[in-house]
């Protein structure tokens, strides 16, 4: 097809209209006071059950008679696998560290390493820590099928709502992971089949890089779910609101 001279022309990059600072500002509220509602969490709460409503900062309940403390036995895994996570770490440099601050933005640092010495370097355990967090949403995916079940009975609350969502969200985070989308796709130097037609891991490769490019919103708002989804639980616990049931 023939190319017309608007075709030809060069692609108009969209314009942001926020300055550069709000993105590592926000990274360094958010991240900020997540870790300190989390460290909250393990030294000055014990459980997080509501009835059959179980806090994803306390699942799973089960310490195999490991001795530490509730939430820290839970949390190691989803934070180093967030601590580590490619998109976080991208955040965390610019927020924190202003490793640059953002884009054309010159480094501050004299010298750069990459993530090449310790403790950086330790970012590439991320794939293993990603096997360990699917683990971790087994445990999760049970609890939303038990936040359905009343006394025995199939019920909807509120709470079953909030904590399915919960856990699809946390689903779409971790099966968006670049380390997932090289576990499916990455090592493979043909895509097709000897007839030319593409392999069911290529559609699959596909499938994951269209999950994978929307990562960066999953991992803010699956994070953020998490946290309201323990709020809920808590304040449940405490009797200053009422579950609502529909069914
Ligand atoms: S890259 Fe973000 S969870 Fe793996």
Redesign the pocket.
């Known amino acids: 097809m023939a190319q017309t001279a608007e075709s030809l022309q060069p692609t108009k990059r969209k314009s942001h209209s926020l300055p550069y600072w709000v993105e590592p500002t926000f990274t360094v509220v958010a991240l900020g006071l997540f870790g300190l509602y989390t460290l909250w969490l393990v030294f000055f709460q014990s459980s997080g059950q509501f009835h059959n409503y179980l806090s994803p900062f306390f699942s799973p309940t089960e310490s195999w008679g490991i001795k530490v403390l509730p939430a820290i036995w839970v949390l190691w895994s989803p934070l180093l696998?967030?601590a580590?996570?490619?998109?976080?770490?991208k955040e965390i440099y610019r927020g924190f560290f202003h490793d640059p601050v953002s884009c054309a933005v010159p480094e501050s640092r004299k010298y750069y390493f990459g993530e090449t010495r310790f403790p950086f370097n330790w970012a590439n355990l991320?794939?293993w820590?990603?096997y360990v967090?699917v683990i971790v949403l087994v445990f999760l995916w049970i609890d939303a099928v038990q936040a359905f079940i009343f006394n025995g009975h199939f019920g909807i609350g509120l709470g079953s709502i909030i904590m399915l969502i919960n856990v699809s969200l946390l689903t779409a985070?971790?099966f968006?992971?670049?380390?997932?989308r090289h576990l499916i796709g990455g090592g493979s130097q043909k895509f097709s089949c000897s007839d030319g037609r593409p392999t069911t891991r290529y559609k699959w490769w596909n499938r994951v890089s269209t999950w994978?490019e929307n990562?960066g919103t999953y991992?803010w708002v699956s994070m953020f779910f998490v946290w309201f989804t323990d709020v809920y639980i808590r304040l449940l616990m405490n009797g200053v609101i009422h579950d609502v049931r529909f069914f």
């Not at 580590?84 to 770490?89: A, D, F, H, I, L």
């Not at 968006?176 to 997932?180: I, M, T, V």
């Open positions: 696998f967030r580590t996570c490619y998109y976080y770490r991320h794939r820590f990603w967090a985070y971790t968006s992971c670049h380390a997932f994978n990562h991992a």
